[in-house]
Structures are given as structure tokens and as C-alpha cells.
């Protein structure tokens, strides 16, 4: 079964605007969720995470993510994008069905058009 | 700056060829991972170091073997590679608490690997 899903392959925004990236997921119990950004020719950095309390994350970048229990979701935003933020986004939830490994989405290509 | 170092950054190896991949963190982590990163698939874990032991090997061909000697470094060892191996091999590490892996991961730039 799938941990994680990211709908989107790729999602396009004019610089300046705001920014949305999708994730859902499917764990049992509560989940510890996260956020990895990948730029070129690089590893994957941590952007942020959520693991109980405050529904909205902040993170790294003025990036923030919106955990929503009953819609499964935990949404990556940005009020303004910049064109620097381009890269590929990673979702990834801990899955206690698999000893609690890390388990990440397919990434979503984020292009910020200037 | 990363305190996971990887390298080389870029290997090219033919297919009887034998070589190895090196990972070193400086971060005081007690887990240590190594990922494949393939073009249009999700990151596949491979192998989990927790304490210098392996705890998991996700059905890993075994043309690819880990060491880890100790929590600092880890290795992994390729021969008798397919062209279909070429991809980026990422190592990363975490601090697991009683064998749990609740922390968030710290990434190497990777190795690229291509395989003739």
C-alpha cells in the first residue's frame, strides 16, 4: 500500500505568486511527516516537518506545510515564490507498518516562472 | 553545508568492473542509510544501518553489498553492475531513539553512478 502520494509531477507558478505543493498520505495511527527539497546535482535537504501540535508548520525558506487529518494532506506552501525555488520537492512519512521507515513520494518538479 | 560527505561524486564502471562507494557523516548519528535515485521513480531505500548493524535490506540484489564498520562510515560495494543500476545513490543519516527513526534524515549530494 501507498504511503505517500504526490498528484503532481510538475506544477508551474510566476514568481512572486503563491505556491501550493500536494501530498497525501496513508499510515496507521499518527503521522510524522515531512518535507525534502532537492536542487540539482544535490542531495536532499530537509525543509520541515510535523509530528504533533500546531496543524501549521514552519520550515526553512519561508516555506510552511498545512497538516489536515481529516483529508489526509500535508500540503507544502509558500506565500510568495521565488525564482530560487525551483527544484524537486519530496513528501515522506514515517510508516510504522514498515519499522518506521521513512517513506518518500515521487517528488513534484517545481518550476518558478520569472 | 552538508555533514554527510559522499564520494566520488561520479563513477563510471563497466559491467565486470568492482568499485565502491564511500559515505562519512560528521553529525554524532547512530543510523545510516543508503537510497537509490532513479529517473521518474520514487527514492527506493536499500539498506539501514541502526547502531552498525543492518536492520533492513529491501530485497537488494546482491551485485550491491553494504559495510558499515562503524556509526561513521559507510560503504557501499558494487560489481557485476547492469546498465539498469545507473542511477543516483544517495547515503543518509539519523539519530534513531530506542531503534525508532523519528527524526528527519540528512542527505550526501550523492553518487552518480553510470554503468557501460
Known amino acids: 500500500a501507498q504511503s505517500v502520494a504526490q498528484p503532481e509531477d510538475q506544477v508551474n507558478v510566476a514568481e512572486g505568486n503563491p505556491l501550493t505543493v500536494k501530498c497525501t498520505y496513508s499510515?496507521?495511527?499518527?503521522?510524522?511527516l515531512f518535507w525534502y527539497v532537492q536542487y540539482p546535482n544535490r542531495g536532499l535537504q530537509f525543509l520541515l516537518k510535523y509530528i504533533t501540535g500546531d496543524n501549521l508548520v514552519k520550515g526553512s525558506y519561508g516555506f510552511e506545510a498545512e497538516f489536515n487529518k481529516s483529508q489526509t494532506s500535508f500540503h507544502l506552501k509558500k506565500p510568495s515564490a521565488l525564482v530560487s525555488d525551483s527544484a524537486l520537492y519530496f513528501c515522506?512519512?514515517?510508516?510504522?507498518?514498515?519499522?518506521?521507515?521513512?517513506?518518500f513520494g515521487k517528488g513534484t518538479r517545481l518550476h518558478i516562472l520569472p | 553545508e552538508t555533514g554527510v560527505t559522499q564520494t566520488p561524486r561520479h563513477l563510471v564502471m563497466g559491467m565486470t568492473n568492482k568499485k565502491s562507494l564511500k559515505c562519512e557523516q560528521h553529525l554524532g548519528h547512530n543510523a545510516m542509510y543508503w537510497y537509490k535515485q532513479s529517473a521518474k521513480k520514487p527514492l527506493e531505500l536499500m539498506f539501514v544501518y541502526s547502531l552498525e548493524e543492518r536492520v533492513e535490506n529491501n530485497s537488494v540484489p546482491s551485485r550491491f553489498s553494504p559495510e558499515c564498520p562503524n556509526s561513521s562510515h559507510l560503504f557501499l560495494h558494487l560489481h557485476t553492475l547492469q546498465p539498469e543500476d545507473s542511477a543516483l545513490y544517495l547515503c543518509?543519516?539519523?539519530?534513531?531513539?530506542?531503534?525508532?527513526?523519528?527524526?528527519?534524515?540528512?542527505f550526501g549530494e550523492g553518487s552518480r553512478l553510470t554503468v557501460l
Open positions: 499510515v496507521s495511527g499518527n503521522p510524522y
Open positions: 515522506a512519512v514515517r510508516d510504522k507498518a514498515r519499522d518506521d521507515k521513512i517513506i
Open positions: 543518509a543519516s539519523s539519530q534513531a531513539v530506542a531503534g525508532l527513526n523519528t527524526g528527519e534524515l540528512f
